[in-house]
């Protein structure tokens, strides 16, 4: 593996480190009615001038592609049954170096297409993703941060009035869409002046993309397939465009529940510096497997899946009704997982049912849970030969039997359940 500036990550934790004093106040911050500004006080302060730290998100992937060797990166469940709808019991996975290839293609044939005019003519390159997690939602941000993009993502669950105004306010030219969101893009397209192409994500058959392209020609808006504009790359390939620390990478809206939605301009050296710091603590590399299920929209799975990016690990989506996410967990077998409360809690509640089970069986439950709480608070430890083996390696199967890291991210947490669930899924847990 060629050397990397980078090659000393992940950091180890000092043996000597004391864990009731993970933080330091930064003396002078402190101001009436203000907490102190807290920093490690285990780690030196790093900002985008020190050396050795990622400044862009293209290094981020650069990196990836690096440590994976040539491995698996993005991994779907497909579609083998309409009518009922029913997904295979596997993961189709894309390489690191066919993702490359594909974010070179797609990201040269949107240079191209803001160069020529065809697209842009805002205060900034934006360009829009409406759609579930998916392999194709990766491609195209990777895409869009090789070639000095902006991205824009929209909710999968935006109703027609958040969806217009972001369009509007961002002064989108282009969006990438599923196939189910494209006849709202053309009806909202009259209130949308600016917008003038729509990208399906994935094949249309050729029915429906004829009469989709026939309604769009009506409002002057071009409607193309993903594959289609990264056939249009690969013939018109351009060299990566580094982005500096003080680019613009993406605007990140609210979801709109509280009015209109809210952007959020993040550079690319505010987001590689989010990932980099977690990236000092995360054991990954690139057998490791990423779960990812919380929006990509949300600024939360942008990181988690930029941490995993940078170590070189897997990332598989799951089929994105939580409906299915027990049957996504055991098919993945994940490794990592970041979440919410409200899915923590689930999983909790269900796995604390076996305690109100009658005989023997409960009993045994309640007394592995009480010992293992009671090994957890006192000294740390949360695996038991005896208990693991007998009453928890069920219950972290269930969760595919890999699981080494839950994040928990949104919301507070209890810290009753987070004691559970590290001694119950034989997982640790990390809120923040």
């Known amino acids: 593996m060629a050397a990397s500036k980078f090659a000393y990550l992940p950091v180890p934790m000092p043996a000597d480190a004391d864990y009731e004093k993970q933080c330091k106040e ?57 009518n009922p709808l029913k997904y295979a019991d596997y993961h189709v996975w894309q390489t690191w170096p066919e993702v490359d290839a594909r974010r070179r293609a797609l990201g040269s044939a949107l240079q191209k297409l803001f160069q020529d005019g065809t697209l842009g003519g805002g205060d900034l390159p934006t360009v829009g993703i409406w759609s579930k997690n998916c392999p194709n939602w990766q491609v195209i ?23 217009e105004f972001i369009v509007n306010h961002a002064e989108l030219t282009v969006i990438f869409a599923t196939p189910a969101h494209i006849p709202s893009l053309l009806k909202l397209a009259p209130k949308c002046s600016k917008l003038k192409m729509i990208v399906a994500m994935d094949s249309l058959s050729a029915q429906t993309k004829a009469a989709l392209s026939a309604w769009g020609e009506t409002l002057n808006i071009q409607v193309k397939e993903q594959l289609e504009l990264e ?9 990566l465009l580094p982005a500096t620390s003080e680019q613009v990478a993406t605007i990140c809206y609210t979801s709109g529940t509280t009015g209109l939605p809210k952007g959020v301009v993040l550079t690319h050296g505010a987001l590689a510096q989010a990932a980099h710091g977690y990236m000092h603590q995360f054991d990954m590399d690139n057998e490791t497997t990423l779960m990812s299920f919380l929006p990509l929209a949300h600024i939360y799975q942008r990181i988690m899946e930029l941490i995993a990016m940078g170590m070189g690990a897997q990332i598989g989506y799951t089929t994105g009704d939580p409906l299915n ?33 009658p005989g023997i069986k ?3 439950f309640r007394r592995a849970v009480a010992t293992k709480l009671h090994n957890l608070r006192t000294t740390g430890t949360f695996h038991h030969a005896f208990y693991d083996r007998l009453v928890f390696r069920k219950l972290a199967a269930v969760l595919g039997g890999r699981m080494r890291l839950f994040t928990s991210g949104s919301a507070p947490i209890s810290a009753n359940v ?15």
């Open 26 to 82: 930064v003396p002078g911050t402190k101001r009436p009615g203000q907490t102190a500004h807290y920093r490690s006080s285990v780690e030196p302060f790093l900002d985008l001038k020190s050396p050795n730290v990622f400044t862009n998100l293209l290094e981020i992937f650069d990196e990836g592609l690096r440590r994976a060797n040539g491995g698996p990166f993005l991994g779907h469940r497909p579609i083998i049954s309409e």
């Open 141 to 163: 941000d990777l895409s869009l941060q090789a070639y000095r993009k902006v991205g824009v993502s929209l909710y999968d669950t935006l109703g027609k009035d958040s969806a």
């Open 325 to 357: 996410l027990l049957d996504d967990l055991a098919v993945l077998k994940p490794h990592f997982f970041p979440t919410v409360p409200r899915v923590i809690n689930r999983i909790y509640q269900s796995a604390m049912a076996a305690g109100t089970a």
């Open 418 to 432: 987070m004691d559970f669930m590290k001694i119950g899924i034989l997982s640790e847990v990390i809120e923040g």
């Open 362 to 364: 409960g009993a045994l």
């Open 231 to 239: 056939e249009f790359g690969r013939a018109n390939l351009i060299d």
